[in-house]
């Protein structure tokens, strides 16, 4: 008994002995942050370098296979159409309509391919009030389409949205 004892005082008295032993020494790193520090978003300089940004984005999300950041850079009501190389005889068209077909073709046409590059080349923007129309080649891979595309923005609330895309626009 006296063993039991003798082991509940010590147990007793353990805490008190904890608060003599010195304080940690105060951090060298400052105050710990309430908030976690984030980098500021870079702002376009200009509408041009905005859309620009919009294309790039494109791109990289598509080699990215970022599907929902895809998504975050088309209007709601943007439309993509595959002129199937016949850019005069709209009839043989394929069109899709609002993100949620535009999320479709992503998936089941274009990210399947794995593309390594997805980039504008030799863009020309023309830009009037809050819409603009880029041009030019795109490369995704392999693949090199001269000419082959025509991008439309819309700019809403003081952002810039891809509205559209038409694609395959080089006579074969």
Known sequence: MRVSLRLALFLLALPGLWSCAAPSPP???GAKPTTPARTPTV???SD???IRQLLASEGQGVVNQDVQGLMDLWAADAMVTDAKHTPDDPSDDSRWQGR???RDRYV???????PG???PKDVKVVITGDRAVAAGTTVIGKEVS?????WEFAKHDGRW??????YNLEPK
């Open 27 to 29: 951090s060298t790193l």
């Open 43 to 45: 702002q376009p300089a």
């Open 48 to 50: 041009e370098e905005a």
């Open 100 to 102: 949620d077909a535009i």
């Open 108 to 114: 089941v046409l274009v990210l399947p391919g794995n």
């Open 117 to 119: 590059v997805a980039a």
């Open 146 to 150: 001269p000419g082959g595309d025509r």
């Open 161 to 166: 949205w891809i509205a559209g895309l038409t």
